[in-house]
């Protein structure tokens, strides 16, 4: 059973199209994230969601829109997509603030031609 | 603000060879320390982590040891496998932050 999903694996798009990723995590887990990872395999965190609220929002355009249900899912939704969205997107879910490891997705390839 | 720096990659080793990835960091207090590696195609998978000053983890012939005096967290392996062969990454989390900062990765290939 996949402890962190995401949906779809690849996508491939059009620019100005709008698209979402969806991500569930099975964990029971109270935090959730986005992270974009580049050609270059540099990671860099994009929202980090605790118990659905928003606490970190790191200089994301605002094209880019997380949604989170509830504590089990956190959503991405990108509007009029880039050619420089062109990225793999990792969703990952920790326990709490503590000394805990974040478990990983795996990643949705996302092209924008 | 905190930081992770890894060794530039890529690393070529032959196979049953020694290992070391160097890992420093900087950041207040004491964070928790970690190494994942990433598979091609595949998300990352947590390695080892360590908590505090000296500690040590350990997972599958893997090794990194806090140490707070020098800032660091380098891998090590006694000897590789090509199965090892993959991207691994070194990251930090502060007490009470909701992010994980990581380093750029190192790819590693073993040969046969």
């Known amino acids: 059973d996949t402890a962190v999903s995401q949906t779809p694996k690849y996508l491939v798009t059009q620019m100005g199209n709008d698209k979402s990723i969806k991500c569930e995590q099975n964990l029971g887990h109270d935090t959730m994230y986005w992270y974009k990872q580049d050609s270059k395999k540099f990671l860099k965190i994009m929202f980090s969601y605790n118990n659905k609220e928003l606490i970190i929002n790191e200089t994301v355009p605002n094209r880019f829109s997380p949604k989170s249900p509830d504590k089990a899912h956190l959503n991405l939704h990108i509007n009029s997509l880039e050619l420089g969205d062109s990225a793999v997107y990792f969703c990952?879910?920790?326990?709490?603030?503590?000394?805990?490891?974040?478990?990983f997705g795996q990643g949705t390839r996302l092209t924008v031609v | 603000g905190d930081s992770v720096t890894q060794m530039e990659g890529p690393v070529t080793l032959s196979e049953e060879a020694f290992l070391t990835i160097n890992c420093t960091y900087t950041?207040?207090?004491?964070?928790?320390l970690f190494w994942y590696v990433q598979y091609p195609g595949e998300g990352l998978q947590l390695l080892l982590k360590a908590t505090k000053a000296d500690d040590k983890g350990s997972n599958k012939g893997f090794e990194a040891t806090y140490r707070k005096e020098t800032t660091s967290f380098h891998l090590e392996k006694g000897s590789v496998q090509v199965s090892d062969s993959a991207v691994y990454f070194c990251?930090?989390?502060?007490?009470?932050?909701?992010?994980?900062?990581f380093g750029t990765g190192t790819r590693l290939k073993v040969l046969a």
């Open positions: 990952a879910s920790s326990q709490g603030g503590g000394a805990t490891e974040a478990f």
């Open positions: 950041a207040t207090g004491y964070p928790s």
């Open positions: 990251a930090l989390r502060r007490e009470g932050t909701y992010k994980y900062i």
